[in-house]
């Protein structure tokens, strides 16, 4: 089963908790054990899994992204995005989260996060939940 998610990003750097909508998808699947893949097909998006219970964790993360990956360092890419580009290949654009007992197995304090590294726009992730 495959679906997709919409997000719609509303500055460059932003990190988006789309948690329940990816256990929508698990629920609407009744796969009761198997993995959900979350996967996005964007160049300057990633996928990742972080504390989502304080708003802080998030915003420190775009923070320190910020300053690891400055937006002007002298790139050779001329559509003016290679830190959005590189942001991407560091955090990764897809996850795996097993599903166990028709859940998605994730820590108490973990959510999954699209990160938009070259916003605002507006995006797709595919959630792909197979089955065993
Ligand atoms: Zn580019």
Redesign the pocket.
Known sequence: MLEVITVTTHSRNEMVDITSKVREVVERSEVKEGICVIYTAH??AAITINENADPAVPQDITSFFNKLVPPNAGYK?A?G??D??IKTTLVSPSITVIIHEGKLLLGTWQGIFFCEYDGPRTRKVFVKVVEG
């Open positions: 160049t300057t890419h559509e995005n290679s959005s580009h």
